[in-house]
């Protein structure tokens, strides 16, 4: 393998800064300074190696505090491929090993595929994005419009919550939902990021499960993705006690994916991200445009009375989230927007960036750093346990964790969701275009080496 120098000159590092597009890069300067200086009279192969050892450092807290059994994550772009993994299936002593094949609910991310499926409907003519559901299923009493499922700008309500109902009696009431128009006509930019639609367009469009068959296997040729209750004994997640189950009874014994019920590990996310929303395989770029178009001019989501919504973790709530797909709000001038908000983009990236995430710890984030053509794309992503477990003998009630800015709840408990995960989302997220910025390096230097230098790298965390 040639080995090349990795000089880590000022001047050459803040030229390539440059041409990337975000506005305020000073936070990467001491990494990347540190990486390259670090690399010097190294092979490209140290150089990742060492990159990928930086990030894993950083994350290494969420495993030895306690905060989840096992994670798994990733960084892809044009030339390298970066993993790293550790932990345990759950809690327990006796518990599995994570490896870089086991699997994670993917949660909120069959939204995305869901999407995609009904999209590809309307291109081939078999559903309108302004037809009504049951003007194609008469098994369905849902009167809300195509578009405004994809949206969330239906009004849908359940009589009752159908997380812990069984299969049949969860379909029952989904075969009798209807849009309350009056309730959402009082509402300005009415916005609900929620399941029911989504659930129900599962059940309503024809021969659903097969569709969702193709689409995963040219997603993914290497069945690095599975439906609910598939190869479910390498399937990790879920309470204490019920290892190999879907964390959301709503994803439970349904023959169809629910909330949850889809699964796969970190190479498959990554691979399932990359091919919708960067390649034109699956949609074209116009096709994506509008799909993934925010319904409203404005991004800020109102309550009836015309206050801001306020969300469950108390930010103001804004449309950053479209069918699956989460991106940086745009005309936000208020300088109390909360960038920690759980729906919402890293601050670290692009305009261009694009993010897809289940609310208890799936995460992944695509950057085009497309200046000048000079810069090509990452994907990122990070996969935790759905449910966190820490014993309450361990802490106090309330007690901080130490290096971390959680919390431990009354019962001893952090849900995924309740971790701020964010922190790791930025992590991730500056790794990424580093990783673009030093592989602009090598290549501006000497990109004979860098076809020749080896692709993928694997790190193994413990605690």
Same mark, same amino acid.
């Not at 003007?135 to 997380?163: E, G, M």
């Not at 949850?260 to 034109?280: A, P, R």
């Not at 729906?343 to 992944?364: E, F, L, Q, R, Y």
């Not at 309450?392 to 007690?399: A, G, M, P, V």
């Given at each position: 393998?040639?080995?090349?120098?990795?000089?880590?000159?000022?001047?050459?590092?803040?030229?390539?800064?440059?041409?990337?597009?975000?506005?305020?890069?000073?936070?990467?300067?001491?990494?990347?300074?540190?990486?390259?200086?670090?690399?010097?009279?190294?092979?490209?192969?140290?150089?990742?190696?060492?990159?990928?050892?930086?990030?894993?450092?950083?994350?290494?807290?969420?495993?030895?505090?306690?905060?989840?059994?096992?994670?798994?994550?990733?960084?892809?772009?044009?030339?390298?491929?970066?993993?790293?993994?550790?932990?345990?299936?759950?809690?327990?002593?006796?518990?599995?090993?994570?490896?870089?094949?086991?699997?994670?609910?993917?949660?909120?991310?069959?939204?995305?595929?869901?999407?995609?499926?009904?999209?590809?409907?309307?291109k081939n003519g078999n559903l309108a994005m302004?037809?009504?559901?049951?003007?194609?299923?008469?098994?369905?009493?849902?009167?809300?419009?195509?578009?405004?499922?994809?949206?969330?700008?239906?009004?849908?309500?359940?009589?009752?919550?159908?997380?812990?109902?069984?299969?049949?009696?969860?379909?029952d009431i989904l075969k009798n939902v209807k849009?309350?128009?009056?309730?959402?006509?009082?509402?300005?930019?009415?916005?609900?990021?929620?399941?029911?639609?989504?659930?129900?367009?599962?059940?309503?469009?024809?021969?659903?499960?097969?569709?969702?068959?193709? #689409? %995963? =296997?040219?997603? &993914? +040729?290497?069945?690095?993705?599975?439906?609910?209750?598939? $190869? *479910? /004994?390498?399937?990790?997640?879920?309470?204490?006690?019920?290892?190999?189950?879907?964390?959301?009874?709503?994803?439970?014994?349904?023959?169809?994916?629910?909330?949850?019920?889809?699964?796969?590990?970190?190479?498959? #996310? %990554? =691979?399932?991200? &990359? +091919?919708?929303?960067?390649?034109?395989?699956?949609?074209? $770029? *116009? /096709?994506?445009?509008?799909?993934?178009?925010?319904?409203y001019n404005s991004p800020i989501v109102y309550?009836?009375?015309?206050?801001?919504?306020?969300?469950?973790?108390?930010?103001?709530?804004?449309?950053?989230?479209?069918?699956?797909?989460?991106?940086?709000?745009?005309?936000?001038?208020?300088?109390?927007?909360?960038?920690?908000?759980?729906?919402?983009?890293?601050?670290?990236?692009?305009?261009?960036?694009?993010?897809?995430?289940?609310?208890?710890?799936?995460?992944?984030?695509?950057?085009?750093?497309?200046?000048?053509?000079?810069?090509?794309?990452?994907?990122?992503?990070?996969?935790?346990?759905?449910?966190?477990?820490?014993?309450?003998?361990?802490?106090?009630?309330?007690?901080?964790?130490?290096?971390?800015?959680?919390?431990?709840?009354?019962?001893?408990?952090?849900?995924?969701?309740?971790?701020?995960?964010?922190?790791?989302?930025?992590?991730?997220?500056?790794?990424?275009?580093?990783?673009?910025?030093?592989?602009?390096?090598?290549?501006?230097?000497?990109?004979?080496?860098?076809?020749?230098?080896?692709?993928?790298?694997?790190?193994?965390?413990?605690?």
């Open positions: 393998m040639e080995k090349y120098l990795l000089n880590s000159e000022k001047k050459r590092i803040d030229e390539l800064l440059n041409k990337v597009n975000i506005k305020d890069l000073e936070y990467l300067k001491k990494d990347l300074n540190k990486i390259l200086l670090n690399s010097k009279d190294s092979s490209i192969e140290d150089t990742i190696n060492y990159l990928l050892e930086e990030m894993t450092r950083e994350l290494q807290p969420l495993l030895t505090n306690n905060l989840t059994p096992g994670i798994e994550t990733g960084l892809k772009n044009d030339y390298f491929k970066m993993f790293a993994y550790g932990g345990k299936y759950n809690g327990k002593d006796n518990s599995k090993d994570i490896d870089i094949n086991t699997l994670f609910s993917f949660d909120s991310i069959s939204k995305l595929l869901t999407s995609v499926i009904a999209y590809l409907e309307v302004d037809r009504k559901i049951n003007d194609y299923n008469k098994d369905f009493l849902l009167d809300a419009k195509l578009k405004d499922i994809l949206k969330f700008t239906a009004y849908i309500k359940t009589p009752k919550r159908i997380d812990n109902l069984s299969p049949n009696e969860t379909i849009e309350n128009t009056i309730e959402k006509n009082k509402i300005i930019n009415y916005y609900e990021y929620n399941d029911i639609g989504y659930m129900i367009l599962r059940q309503a469009i024809y021969d659903f499960t097969s569709k969702l068959d193709i #689409l %995963i =296997k040219k997603i &993914d +040729e290497n069945n690095l993705t599975y439906k609910n209750n598939i $190869n *479910k /004994d390498n399937i990790t997640g879920g309470k204490l006690g019920e290892e190999y189950m879907t964390p959301d009874t709503k994803g439970r014994g349904i023959d169809f994916p629910g909330h949850t019920g889809l699964y796969g590990n970190i190479v498959g #996310l %990554i =691979k399932m991200f &990359d +091919e919708i929303i960067y390649k034109e395989n699956i949609l074209s $770029n *116009k /096709d994506k445009d509008i799909l993934f178009s925010q319904p309550n009836s009375d015309g206050s801001i919504k306020i969300g469950k973790n108390g930010s103001k709530q804004y449309m950053a989230k479209v069918a699956g797909i989460y991106r940086l709000p745009e005309k936000i001038n208020d300088l109390s927007y909360d960038k920690i908000a759980s729906c919402d983009m890293s601050n670290k990236t692009t305009k261009s960036a694009k993010a897809s995430t289940g609310t208890s710890g799936s995460w992944v984030v695509g950057d085009k750093l497309n200046n000048g053509e000079k810069f090509g794309t990452y994907v990122g992503g990070f996969l935790t346990n759905p449910y966190s477990y820490i014993e309450t003998r361990e802490y106090e009630k309330n007690e901080e964790i130490k290096g971390t800015p959680h919390k431990v709840t009354p019962r001893g408990v952090i849900l995924g969701y309740q971790t701020r995960l964010n922190m790791y989302k930025e992590i991730i997220t500056k790794y990424g275009i580093i990783l673009e910025i030093i592989t602009e390096y090598i290549k501006e230097n000497d990109k004979e080496a860098l076809n020749k230098a080896d692709k993928t790298y694997i790190k193994r965390m413990t605690k």
